[in-house]
């Protein structure tokens, strides 16, 4: 397969060796160069055949990284070790539907701002409405996505990558966030309806316990409890969709700013 664009991805794999070790196969199979694994599984029978960062500290081995972390620690070691214009950052309950690295070279050229993309489920709203294969975007759930290299040297401080916030352990609001800095540094957030997931849900409803973290249930009760309390922390707002409001208002100001781009957006 003969691509413009040099690919890696990063999975972020807990207790779920042999799961995550197929998913690397799949994205390899795809066009993907390397792989990184970020891997926090507390047994060394259950973690991946090919970890490249594993845990560092006891919080770890007993928390797992989440997303936030381990995303800009395989980030970091990626800008450190290879050459690559994308990375995907996936996590390890990820199943890969649809993935034309082809078509997305061609394609992810005509719109050179666009510097992360999301991966939509089958049944994500912004399929049905969007006027191309690819369109603006700004409020996306946590899952995996598309990152360009030169976003995330731009959140690269003193030999360290903190595109995502560290301290927002399971990640509330987190691509909000990311949405809120790509959009105020004058670029955009996509989606590409050729890169298609489904989340494997039941991985985490089953093997909660293997995975040695909280049931599918509690973690959402502490993911809105927790995240409120670091979202007034860091930007003294109690209400999430106040928040919202702002990155919305971002977004309209970069379509007001580059028109060429109202083509794409979606409304």
Known sequence: MHLKNRYLAIILNRNLGKVCDALRLELLSKGVQN????????????????????????????????INRGFNLGLN???ENYEFDWIFCIPVDTSIIELDLNAFDAESALYPKI????????NNPYLPIMKNSIA????VLEGPILLKRELV????????????????????MSYKELALRIYSSNIALGIYSKFLVEEQEELLLSYSELMKTESFSVNKQLLISEGGK????KYGIFDRWAFETIVRLLYEEFL????????????
């Open 256 to 267: 007001r700013v580059n028109p060429e781009y109202k083509s794409i957006e979606i409304s």
């Open 115 to 122: 510097m992360a993309y999301t991966l939509p489920e089958r």
């Open 136 to 139: 603006l975007v700004w409020n």
């Open 77 to 79: 070691y990626a800008l």
């Open 35 to 66: 792989v990184i694994v970020v891997d926090s599984s507390t047994d060394q029978s259950l973690q991946s055949e090919y970890v490249t960062v594993g845990a560092i500290d006891q919080s770890t081995l007993d928390h797992g990284y989440r």
């Open 230 to 233: 670091w979202l007034f922390k």
């Open 153 to 172: 040297s731009r959140f690269k401080f003193e030999n360290t990558v903190l595109l995502f916030d560290n301290t927002n352990f399971r990640a509330y």
